[in-house]
């Protein structure tokens, strides 16, 4: 099994994954404020502990062991043991996703609390703990979509494209040792073939060494520190080229992996990868699976990957979710460029959401629909930027992400404009699709289209900005036996499998042509079947491929 965390690993970690005591309440009241939690939210009021549960697993998951949807109203508690050995290092316990809200105790005391379902949060626990046996617990409680808060596509009232909600320890928890002077992160980012710049953060300005294996550098820590790079290999998705180094600052040992690619606009504003133009054929992958919801082990997750680059495909759309740091690891190993979502949040009218599918010149601007949008409440704006922001704090040193999609559809969008800004000053080296679909501004640095309903033609950006076609497809073609309910969506139906490999053809070519005229990216609707979708290349089961991977490849290769 890989490390949780791949990019900063130590060696002296616990993973806390497996069985817990769990148990779900009534609120006593509900708080459903952000950043001004009341003191029903903090008190200390454990249940009763009677069940069980897989973490892991969401409550709502059959491999959870409990099968139950936690409503707005109630609690979730979680608890187990944990045994410490006195020691002279700093103790942490890190949380790779809790979804929505998570209190942390430990021996009855509070010591953190987190908000944001998709991001990961950690906390220095060592003040806390005593010789032996101590008891870690956490209260969750989760909104699902009663509230304007980051939940992607779950509700309680799955339907269409909207699917079943979780909440609760999705993500692995791991406890993990580090010295009281320690590294804090590594980041990498290439200028050229020749330059990139390293910051190794630290808890004090010192020097840190680097240890390729084939050779060793020493950078101060805290600074961008210039190195060399002229005669080591960049990353492509031809050419995933992983170099494992071996960091050490003060008594702290960490082992992670560089990689370098840059990445720019051509005169003709096509994507550039490592100075060379770069078409980023890609498909959507939303990270579903029928037993585990939202959390794929890490054979599951390889499994899809290494489909998606049999296929065909060079990149993938990580659609309205943040995976693990494992999922991003694997991209980085297999070589797929990745598409990052903002996970969305409000409630969009059909107006905002639906309307523009069918009649694409309808926009509406987005300083003044906030209501159509769905994004009236202000605590609903400032809990998805500060989710953004943490989203490119989480990810930003997995090279492997090309691009971030802030505002999908018209789902929760907002002040688009300032919203990029903010978050392009938050990262300066990466594209950024600010309004993927419909309702552009005609400002940023793409024209993002959705074409589902008609034939997608090209047309150069008036604005002379770079256009991707960031999604087209919905092909329903279903298999018997291995759906997940008789419904279907609004795509289009395909009765065989010679249909439905004609109707790719159809398309694919199209996207050909298309990138010959000035098309830099596009993204086919999706690797897998989700409940009531049934356009993927692999049923929802991952039982099913739909056809033979050798005729798909000679469809998709672009």
């Not at 032996?132 to 969750?140: A, D, L, S, T």
């Amino acid at each position: 099994m890989l490390h949780p965390n791949k990019k900063l690993e130590r060696p002296t970690i616990e993973l806390l994954d497996g069985i817990w005591d769990c148990e779900i309440i009534k609120a006593p009241k509900v708080d459903t404020s952000f950043n001004k939690q009341n003191e029903v939210t903090l008190k200390y009021n454990p249940p009763k502990y009677t069940k069980k549960i897989t973490v892991p697993y969401s409550p709502e998951t059959e491999r959870s062991g409990v099968k139950h949807t936690l409503l707005p109203d109630e609690e979730l508690w979680y608890r187990r043991s944990y045994i410490y050995k006195k020691s002279n290092k700093k103790t942490f316990i890190h949380f790779i996703a809790v979804d929505w809200r998570a209190v942390l105790f430990v021996n009855k005391a509070l010591v953190a609390i987190h908000e944001g379902g998709y991001t990961p949060f950690e906390a220095d626990i060592t003040k806390y703990l005593n010789e032996g046996e101590n008891i870690i617990e956490v209260k969750v409680h989760d909104f699902s979509d009663t509230q304007p808060y980051c939940r992607g596509k779950q509700t309680l009232k799955p339907h269409g494209m909207w699917y079943r909600c979780q909440s609760g320890i999705w993500q692995s928890v791991y406890i993990e040792e580090r010295s009281n002077e320690y590294i804090k992160d590594i980041y990498t980012e290439t200028l050229n073939k020749d330059k990139a710049i390293v910051i190794i953060s630290a808890t004090s300005n010192d020097i840190a060494t680097i240890d390729f294996g084939f050779s060793m550098i020493s950078v101060e820590t805290n600074k961008e520190c210039m190195i060399d790079i002229s005669r080591l290999e960049l990353w492509s998705p031809d050419n995933p080229k992983l170099y494992p180094v071996k960091v050490a600052f003060k008594e702290d040992r960490v082992s992670s992996y560089f990689t370098f690619r840059y990445l720019s606009y051509s005169d003709d504003n096509r994507f550039m990868l490592n100075g060379q133009k770069f078409f980023s054929n890609g498909i959507l992958d939303q990270g579903y699976s029928p037993i585990g919801y939202l959390t794929m082990d890490e054979e599951e997750i390889e499994n899809d990957l290494t489909l998606i680059k049999k296929l065909g495909f060079n990149s993938l759309r990580k659609h309205i979710k943040v995976e693990p740091p494992m999922f991003y690891y694997l991209c980085d190993k297999i070589g797929i460029c990745v598409w990052q979502d903002m996970v969305s949040g409000g409630n969009p009218t059909i107006v905002a959401s639906s309307l523009p599918a069918v009649m694409q010149s309808f926009k509406l601007t987005d300083k003044d629909h906030h209501a159509l949008f769905g994004r009236k409440e202000q605590k609903g704006k400032d809990e998805f930027i500060q989710s953004a922001e943490e989203t490119i704090k989480a990810l930003n040193n997995y090279k492997c992400i090309i691009l971030w999609t802030i505002f999908n559809e018209g789902w929760g969008q907002f002040n688009s404009t300032d919203v990029y800004l903010h978050l392009r000053n938050l990262d300066k080296t990466r594209f950024f699709d600010k309004t993927s679909g419909w309702h552009d501004q005609g400002d940023g640095e793409i024209a993002s289209y959705h074409y589902y309903f008609q034939e997608y033609k090209f047309k150069k950006d008036k604005k002379e900005r770079a256009t991707v076609l960031s999604e087209f497809g919905g092909n329903i073609f279903r298999i018997k036996d291995h759906v997940y309910n008789e419904k279907d969506f609004i795509y289009k139906k395909i009765e065989t499998e010679e249909e439905f490999l004609q109707r790719l053809k159809e398309q694919f070519n199209n996207i050909k042509i298309q990138k010959e005229k000035g098309l830099t990216g596009s993204i086919y609707t999706q690797i897998s079947d989700v409940e009531e979708e049934s356009n993927g290349f692999i049923t929802f089961d991952r039982k099913v491929i739909k056809s033979s991977i050798e005729e798909l490849n000679k469809i998709i290769s672009i």
